[in-house]
C-alpha cells in the first residue's frame, strides 16, 4: 500500500465533522452572548444615566470579568468545547484563552511564566487584529477621504 | 533480525495506578487509583513523578527487594523525559531512560528482556507513565482551554506502570520479540493519531510472524497500543487488502479503558494504555495463554506538528506467554 493509497484509506475511515450542526449551535450560543450583552448594556443605560457608548464599554468588562471567572473557576473551558466558535468568537473567547494561559504558568514565575505566555493563545488576535485596523484604516481613508 | 526469542526471561510482578476518569471505566480492578489529578502534590509534574515514586517503591516492598535491583528503565511523554528522570533520582538503582512515545513500555520491556537474556543483569524494573494535563499542556493547548476535539482525537490515559522483569521462574513468560521501525505514511494530523500509527503495528506485526514463521491465530490475543476505535478499524483494513490477513483476535488496549458514556472521542492513548489494560484485563483473563503487544508510538512534538511536517511512528512487537 503507498501512501496515496493510505490516504484514501484514512479518508475513508474518518468521521466527517457536523459543520452544519457546530454552525447552528455556534449562532445560537454567540447570538445569545449577545443578546444578554445587550441586556446588560440597556440596563446600565437606565440605572446610571450613561451614554450608550460609555455602557456598552463597561458590558465589555463584565462580560470579559464573567468569562474569565468562570475560566477561573474552572468550567468554562467545557462550555467553550461545546459551543465552539459560539463562544470562542465573542470577546469571551479572548479572555478565556488569557486566563487559561496564565492559570497554566502560574508555577513559572511572574516574568518567565505568567508574562512569557499570557497572550500565547491570544498573541494572533491581537496583533492580525492590528494589522488589519491598519489596513481598513487605509481603506477608510481612500474611501471616506 | 529484527525478532529475537528469549530462554528465562519472566514478568514478576506488576503494579499499576490509574487515574480518576481511568478507575471510572472499563476496568474497575488496579492497585491504586486517583481521586484527583494533583495527587497531593502542587503541579502535575509533581503528581506524575509521584506516580511513579509509588510504582517503584510498592513494587520494591512487594517483592521484599530493598537494593537488589539491578536497572531501572522506563520513560514518559514529557520534554527531556522529566517525569522519569526526577523519579528515578529517588532510587539507588542504575537507570536507562527511553523514550518511543506511546511505544516506551514495550521498548524498556525488550532492552530489559536482552540484558537479562545475555546475563548481564538478573532482574531490571520496567516503569512508564501518562498524566492526561501533562500531556494537554505540552503538546496541545493550556490545560483549562476549552479547544474543540476532533471525533478522531485520542485521550491521553492516566497512569502509572511498573513491573518486574527476571530470570527467576513465574506465570507470565516473555517468549520473543520484534523492534520495529520508523513508518511515515505523509499524515499530518496530531489529532488522529490511530491513522498515524496503524503503519507502524502494521510493518512490526508481519515482520514478527514471518521472521518466527507464525500466522496470526497463533496468539490468543493481539493487542495494539493505542490506535483508539478509528485506528483499529484502518488496522483491520490495512491488513486484509495489503496481506489479506483477517484478524479476529485483536483488542485495542485505546478502546479498553474508557466507557462509551464517557465520550472520551476516539478512545484512550499514551504510554500507559497498553500496560493497563495488559496487567488488569489480559493477563488477569485465563482464557488468553499466547499474547502478542504491539505498542504504538506517535513520534511528533509540538514543533513538527506547527511546521506541518509529516508525522513518522514506531511500534514495537512482544509476545508473551502465560504458563
Not at chain 1, 37 to 42: G, W
Not at chain 2, 218 to 234: F, K, M, N, P
Request: proline residues 2%; positive net charge; hydrophobic residues 45%.
Amino acid at each position: 500500500m503507498n501512501k496515496d493509497e493510505y490516504k484514501k484509506l484514512v479518508d475513508r475511515f474518518t468521521p466527517k465533522e457536523n459543520k452544519r450542526k457546530n454552525g447552528i449551535i455556534a449562532f445560537l450560543v454567540g447570538g445569545l452572548v449577545g443578546v444578554l450583552a445587550e441586556l446588560i448594556a440597556v440596563i446600565i443605560m437606565n440605572m446610571f444615566g450613561v451614554s450608550r457608548v460609555e455602557a456598552c464599554q463597561w458590558t465589555c468588562l463584565i462580560v470579559i470579568f464573567i468569562a474569565s471567572l468562570f475560566t477561573a473557576i474552572g468550567f468554562f473551558d467545557n462550555w467553550v468545547t461545546k459551543a465552539k466558535a459560539g463562544l470562542i468568537l465573542p470577546t469571551t473567547g479572548f479572555a478565556h484563552s488569557v486566563i487559561s494561559s496564565a492559570l497554566d504558568y502560574k508555577k513559572d514565575g511572574y516574568i518567565t511564566g505568567i508574562g512569557a505566555n499570557f497572550f500565547k493563545l491570544a498573541g494572533s488576535v491581537i496583533l492580525y487584529g492590528m494589522v488589519s485596523a491598519f489596513f481598513l484604516a487605509i481603506l477608510g481613508v481612500i474611501i471616506y477621504g | 533480525m529484527a525478532s529475537k526469542k528469549f530462554d528465562n526471561i519472566y514478568i514478576k510482578d506488576a503494579f499499576t495506578i490509574a487515574g480518576p476518569l481511568e478507575s471510572e471505566g472499563q476496568i474497575r480492578k488496579f492497585d491504586l487509583t486517583m481521586d484527583d489529578y494533583y495527587y497531593q502534590e502542587k503541579t502535575f509534574l509533581d503528581a506524575e513523578i509521584k506516580m511513579q515514586r509509588t510504582v517503584i517503591d510498592n513494587l520494591l516492598y512487594r517483592n521484599k527487594l530493598g537494593k537488589k535491583i539491578d536497572l531501572l528503565i522506563g520513560g514518559d511523554l514529557s520534554n527531556q523525559l522529566t517525569i522519569t528522570n526526577f523519579a528515578a533520582k529517588n532510587f539507588d538503582i542504575p537507570f536507562l531512560g527511553v523514550y518511543s512515545a506511546c511505544a516506551t513500555f514495550a521498548e524498556s520491556l525488550i532492552i530489559a528482556s536482552n540484558f537479562i537474556e545475555n546475563n548481564l543483569i538478573k532482574n531490571a524494573i520496567v516503569i512508564t507513565s501518562s498524566h492526561n494535563l501533562n500531556a494537554e499542556r505540552q503538546f496541545r493547548f493550556p490545560i483549562e482551554y476549552g479547544a474543540p476535539k476532533a471525533h478522531t482525537t485520542t485521550f491521553t490515559a492516566t497512569g502509572a506502570v511498573g513491573a518486574i522483569i527476571t530470570n527467576e521462574k513465574s506465570d507470565i513468560k516473555v517468549e520473543s520479540a520484534t523492534i520495529g521501525r520508523v513508518q511515515d505514511y505523509d499524515q499530518k494530523d496530531a489529532t488522529h493519531m490511530g491513522a498515524v500509527m496503524t503503519p507502524a503495528a502494521v510493518q512490526v506485526l508481519i515482520k514478527h510472524l514471518s521472521d518466527l514463521k507464525r500466522t496470526v491465530d497463533y496468539y490468543d490475543v493481539i493487542l495494539t497500543g493505542d490506535l483508539g476505535s478509528i485506528g483499529s478499524d484502518i488496522l483491520r483494513e490495512f491488513l486484509k487488502i495489503n496481506y489479506d490477513i483477517k484478524i479476529k483476535n485483536h483488542m485495542d488496549a485505546g478502546c479498553e479503558i474508557f466507557l462509551k458514556s464517557q465520550q472520551l472521542y476516539a478512545g484512550s492513548s499514551g504510554p500507559v494504555t497498553l500496560p493497563l489494560v495488559l496487567f488488569n484485563k489480559i493477563l488477569k483473563n485465563k482464557k488468553f495463554k499466547k499474547i502478542l503487544i504491539i505498542a504504538t508510538g506517535s513520534l511528533h512534538s509540538k514543533d513538527t506538528t506547527n511546521q506541518k511536517k509529516t508525522i513518522p511512528s514506531i511500534a514495537h512487537a512482544v509476545s508473551l506467554e502465560v504458563l
